[in-house]
């Protein structure tokens, strides 16, 4: 926060010539925010203490919690922080991380400091909250909903305890000689102290380990604007369906593509963090430009299906006569606010910092002629199909920012990672005419949706 601070300007806020405390941000992802400080780390301190409510975890690698682990001790916090997640991401942080060793307990839960509350989110939705379209949505701050569905990022090597009832025989050298290696001995007797001596005629209780792959589990989450009604999904890091021994992000497209057709959903945060030369057996568990593309077709097959069906119904469907109230009718579209409310919890609190650009009050997406499958190749002589025929293609994407996160740059100076993704993801984009627009994220960025 402190250093995107620092990359912005700021007026100093005066009365009558003379300095007075605070300032106020003018240009910048926060724009238009009073702060009480003028140094960019007293400011900073201010917007984690006040500002920050919760925290939303898709898993607990370190590079996703570093930042919120740090600073979980910071002087001056009046309330607890939320970190919400499904249940394996919170057990995670709970017994690798908040455990007095790799970091202290500062949480409520097993007689902890009490500086932070684990809020475990329920896989697909809570049926017990929200109705209608914010049905199985939590509202982990006010104003805004989640939804959390489980993704797949790779395959790990887990050893798994096997109970069994089988004579246990004397250790031997064979056994001893794995004690020093990467592989150690896997039987394990369990001590009984009321035996002085070992009787191998008699079965003993033994815990055997056994190495399995695993399925790693991340999160995609579905945020809902209350008011607006507007969404956008957030992807942990995921490995594509393609190649992964628990395909879910199927899953996650099957819930976003009526919201797209609707209109409803306007971006999706996703990685993509090689580019094309990257094999698959490098990826551990990431995406590239292609893979990300197939995923993105999978959408778009599906967005388009939901027009049509929804196109369909309309046309079968007799006209209703829209209910009214005098002569005035019902809208037919929610309006969208420009301003989210001012916090009334605490004095000076607030939610949003500038009103985001105005949305076009049209909810509705233009209807698809046929479900889309992908570009087709042309037969041999046939002629290119001319500019005004593409122009009415299908485009089932279209309006969906694709913004594109975690990149990991190879620190080469001939290759520049995020230009190189961007060019092949959009090289793919000619060819697919999904109709979706690629933003590379970069830390201080503003996006409004």
């Not at 005035?328 to 409310?341: A, E, G, H």
């Amino acid at each position: 926060m402190r250093k995107i601070l620092k990359k912005h300007k700021m007026i100093v806020r005066s009365k009558n010539g003379k300095q007075t405390s605070g300032s106020t941000l003018i240009d910048g992802p926060f724009e238009g925010l009073d702060l009480p400080h003028v140094s960019p780390g007293a400011n900073a301190r201010y917007m984690y203490v006040e500002l920050i409510d919760a925290f939303l975890f898709t898993h607990p690698h370190m590079d996703h919690i570093a930042g919120a682990v740090v600073n979980t001790a910071v002087n001056g916090l009046t309330r607890q922080k939320r970190y919400a997640g499904l249940p394996t991401t919170i057990e995670g942080l709970k017994n690798h991380v908040f455990n007095g060793v790799i970091w202290p307990n500062l949480t409520d839960e097993n007689n902890g400091a009490g500086m932070v509350s684990y809020v475990r989110l329920v896989e697909g939705g809570s049926p017990a909250s929200g109705e209608g379209d914010s049905k199985g949505y939590v509202e982990v701050v006010p104003g805004l909903g989640v939804k959390a569905l489980g993704i797949s990022h790779g395959t790990c090597m887990e050893r798994h305890p096997r109970r069994g009832s089988t004579p246990l025989p004397s250790p031997s050298h064979g056994d001893n000689q794995h004690l020093g290696s990467p592989f150690p001995n896997t039987r394990m007797a369990r001590s009984d102290s009321n035996a002085s001596t070992f009787d191998p005629s008699v079965p003993r209780l033994s815990l055997s380990t056994q190495t399995i792959q695993c399925v790693y589990n991340s999160t995609a989450f579905f945020i809902r604007d209350t008011n607006s009604g507007r969404e956008i999904i957030i992807f942990g890091d995921v490995e594509p369906d393609s190649i992964s021994m628990l395909p879910r992000n199927e899953n996650v497209w099957a819930l976003a593509a009526p919201k797209i057709a609707s209109g409803h959903l306007t971006a999706i945060f996703i990685e993509c963090s090689y580019d094309d030369s990257r094999e698959d057996d490098q990826l551990f568990g990431h995406m590239t430009p292609s893979h990300l593309m197939v995923e993105l077709k999978k959408l778009a097959d599906m967005v388009a299906r939901n027009s049509d069906n929804e196109l369909r119904s309309k046309a079968m469907s007799p006209k209703r006569k829209r209910a009214s109230n005098g002569n005035n009718p019902t809208p037919t579209t929610k309006s969208l606010r420009q301003v989210s409310p001012v916090r009334s919890d605490s004095p000076g609190r607030q939610t949003v910092f500038r009103s985001p650009p105005k949305f076009d009050q049209n909810f509705a997406r233009p209807g698809r002629r046929s479900a889309y499958s992908g570009p087709s190749k042309a037969q041999a002589g046939s002629k290119p199909p001319s500019d005004k025929a593409a122009d009415k293609s299908p485009r089932p994407l279209e309006g969906v920012k694709i913004v594109i996160a975690h990149i990991k740059n190879e620190l080469d100076d001939e290759r520049d990672a995020p230009d190189i993704i961007r060019k092949q993801l959009l090289d793919l984009e000619r060819e697919a005419g999904l109709g979706c627009e690629f933003i590379v994220s970069h830390s201080g960025q503003a996006l409004y949706f």
